[in-house]
Structures are given as structure tokens and as C-alpha cells.
């Protein structure tokens, strides 16, 4: 899990129960407010690596689609020069940039999506830490009302759970995703599963070819 689940976490937490199980509300609610700073801190920077990674992978596609464009160009040139085997070979080149940008393309998507959320989310929080301290008062005064329930440790902040909470679902999404990779992979698997892919290309790169040489009319 990382900043988005534990954002989410503790967004979604219920505030009043945690507020209830506080032992020493004078000290714990302002812990609380610092403990939700500092999500907020690194929400705020994880944004920003967020955009920095989405302008990253947008300058990455705009460059790779300058080098199919090119690959494009010098196959057209081989052909018109009767070399058919470094026309196939330009294809070939511009194949594989067409599968980088479309894996490239793919990640920009998924970064956006990640960005968006996480600015939600950042701001539900903003939103909750502005309550949060509008109410502090108040706050202590009703923890100080209802302490006799159950009490966490006047050392232990109210969300200070969260980190450990999420190195242990950390462990079990790593694990369930390695499953998930190994699962029917065997080596005779992964060997026909190569020679199918390299086969296929070479049927494209013989179609593309054919298909070039018909539009210069050769």
C-alpha cells in the first residue's frame, strides 16, 4: 500500500472512535493534527513526482513517435531502392517502436489516473485537517468526556497503526502478484510463448513490407 492507500485509510477512519479510545486527549488530538500534517506533506510531494514522472513519459512518446516516423521514412527509401531485406529490417525497427509507444502510452495513462486520485485524496484531506483543527477544542473536550473506553497508550498517536498496517498488506499484494506471474509459467511455456511472439512479428514485418511496396507501386 503506498501514500494513496494510506491516505485512504485515513480518510475513510472513523475520527470519533478514535477520538474515544484517547487516554490523554490534550496531547494525542495535537498529535493526531501532526500526524495528518505530515500525510499531507508527503501528498503533496508525491504529487509532485506524479506530474514530474507524467511530463517525463509524455516527452518519452512524443520522441518515440518522431522514431517510427523515421523508421517509416527509411523503409519507404529502401524500398524504392529495391533493397527489400533493410526495408524489412527498417519495419522490423518501426514494429518494435510502435509496441514501446503503445506500452508507453499505457503507463501515461495509468500515471494520469494515479495523479488524479491522489490530488482527491490530498484534498479530502486538507478538507478533514481543516475540521480537524476548527474543532480541536471541542474535540478534546468530548475525548476527555468519553476516556473512560477503551485507551490506546498515551505514546501511541491515532494513526499511528497505519504504517505497520500497510507493510503487512505491502507483503501480501507482493506476494499475491508473484503468484499471480508464476501462475502456468513453465519454462516450455515461456519458450513457446517467445518463439509464437517472434513468428508473429515476422508475419507483420512481411505484411507491412508487402503492404509499402504496394502503395509505391512496386
Do not use: H
Request: glycine share 8%.
Amino acid at each position: 500500500m503506498g501514500i494513496l492507500g494510506r491516505l485512504s485509510t485515513l480518510i475513510k477512519s472513523n475520527l470519533n472512535d478514535a477520538i474515544d479510545s484517547m487516554q490523554d486527549p490534550g496531547k494525542e488530538i495535537d498529535q493526531m493534527v501532526r500526524d495528518m500534517e505530515d500525510y499531507a506533506r508527503q501528498a503533496r510531494a508525491e504529487v509532485g513526482r506524479s506530474i514530474a514522472d507524467e511530463r517525463l513519459l509524455e516527452k518519452r512518446q512524443q520522441t518515440i513517435d518522431g522514431e517510427i516516423g523515421d523508421w517509416q521514412k527509411r523503409a519507404e527509401t529502401a524500398v524504392r531502392g529495391g533493397e527489400d531485406g533493410l526495408a524489412k529490417e527498417a519495419l522490423a525497427r518501426k514494429s518494435d517502436k510502435e509496441t514501446e509507444r503503445a506500452e508507453v502510452a499505457k503507463a501515461l495513462q495509468e500515471q494520469g489516473v494515479y495523479g488524479d486520485q491522489l490530488t482527491a485524496a490530498l484534498k479530502a484531506l486538507e478538507a478533514r485537517l481543516k475540521e480537524v483543527k476548527l474543532r480541536q477544542g471541542t474535540l478534546r473536550a468530548k475525548a476527555r468526556a468519553n476516556r473512560d473506553g477503551g485507551a490506546l497508550s498515551p505514546k501511541t498517536s491515532a494513526f499511528g497503526e497505519f504504517d505497520r498496517m500497510a507493510s503487512r498488506i505491502d507483503a501480501v499484494e507482493a506476494e499475491a502478484g508473484l503468484d499471480a506471474e508464476l501462475s502456468g509459467r513453465t519454462t516450455e511455456s515461456v519458450s513457446m510463448e517467445r518463439r509464437l511472439n517472434q513468428m508473429a512479428g515476422e508475419s507483420s514485418v512481411d505484411d507491412a513490407l508487402a503492404e509499402l511496396k504496394r502503395k509505391l507501386g512496386k
